[in-house]
């Protein structure tokens, strides 16, 4: 069974870093299509982040020059290293796996709160 497990969610204060991880129970990991989305109360989830299998990344333009996404293969593990956080990044965050088949998959989120 797959399983996508985020993790590193929490409270912060506005100006502050927070990591996510997202560990994936995948065969032939480095093939998929990692993403972060996120969703905050009364809004439509949307993209936050992805990362190629070959490492190529894209960002939504509200998290550019702060939000950094990484995978680790070996580890089986996508994270999302988030700088300088504002309080409208508040939401759900889910990460995303998305196979070249086209086969999708979905964590089952992490809260990040920022407020003082």
């Known amino acids: 069974q797959v399983r996508l497990v985020e993790s590193g969610g929490g409270l912060v204060q506005p100006g502050g870093s927070l990591r996510l991880s997202c560990a994936a129970s995948?065969?032939?990991?480095?093939?998929?299509?990692m993403g972060w989305y996120r969703q905050a109360p009364g809004k439509q989830r949307e993209s936050v982040a992805a990362?190629?299998?070959?490492?190529?990344?894209n960002y939504t333009d509200s998290v550019k020059g702060r939000f950094i996404i990484s995978r680790d293969n070996a580890k089986n593990t996508v994270y999302l290293q988030m700088n300088s956080v504002k309080p409208e990044d508040t939401a759900v965050y889910y990460c995303?796996?998305?196979?070249?088949?086209?086969?999708?998959?979905w964590g089952q989120g992490t809260q990040v709160t920022v407020s003082s």
């Open positions: 995303n796996a998305r196979a070249p088949w086209g086969k999708e998959f």
């Open positions: 995948l065969s032939m990991f480095s093939v998929y299509a």
């Open positions: 990362i190629t299998s070959g490492g190529s990344k």
